[in-house]
T-cell receptor
């Protein structure tokens, strides 16, 4: 089983739609969680951290469910510029600085 | 502020050749790492370093060497290139510690081994 699993997609949605991605992780001792965004042929960049209480940044909302070991990303009012691959990232336990990346979920927003 | 820089951007090697991918950061980050990204495989950790003089293996270290003589630089050496090493290579850096900090990536090196 992969340590971090994501649906690869692609998710094809019209502008203005709401779309949600889920990600599951296998290590229950994982401490920190992130969503990164990667545009085609570019490097990944941090989109947002995921906090235990859930957090929102504009049109983006991230949630963490420790009991079920999954995190989610909700994008409201999708824009064409949201088209990218979204990477779920998990940091290990306190004694490791390694980040574990999911394979990514591709989103394509069409007019 | 340059962030994380990588050279070269593109490289074609023949099987058996060796080369060094360069990586530098100007943010005084302790932690630096190298990943390779292949279709359907996601980012896989090759080697990482938590400070000058300290390196360790990641998930896929075979065929690669690293060193960390300064905080700023973290070169990745391919000892004898193989077609299986055709990939996109990303260098990254961030702070270390109990709190989690944003990881910054370089623009990547696209390597083809023929």
């Amino acid at each position: 089983r992969k340590e971090v699993e994501q649906d690869p997609g692609p998710f094809n949605v019209p502008e203005g739609a709401t779309v949600a991605f889920n990600c599951t992780y296998s290590n229950s001792a994982s401490q920190s969680f992130f969503w990164y965004r990667q545009d085609c042929r570019k490097e990944p960049k941090l989109l947002m951290s995921v906090y235990s209480s859930g957090n929102e940044d504009g049109r983006f909302t991230a949630q963490l469910n420790r009991a079920s070991q999954y995190i989610s990303l909700l994008i409201r009012d999708s824009k064409l510029s949201d088209s990218a691959t979204y990477l779920c990232v998990v940091k290990g336990t306190y004694n490791t600085d390694k980040l574990i990346f999911g394979t990514g979920t591709r989103l394509q927003v069409f007019p | 502020n340059a962030g994380v820089t990588q050279t070269p951007k593109f490289q074609v090697l023949k099987t058996g050749q060796s080369m060094t991918l360069q990586c530098a950061q100007d943010m005084n980050h302790e932690y630096m790492s190298w990943y390779r990204q292949d279709p359907g495989m996601g980012l896989r950790l090759i080697h990482y370093s938590v400070g000058a003089g300290i390196t360790d293996q990641g998930e896929v270290p075979n065929g690669y060497n690293v060193s960390r003589s300064t905080t700023e630089d973290f070169p990745l050496r391919l000892l004898s290139a193989a077609p299986s090493q055709t990939s996109v290579y990303f260098c990254a850096s961030r702070r270390t510690g109990l709190l989690s900090y944003e990881q910054y990536f370089g623009p990547g090196t696209r390597l083809t081994v023929t």
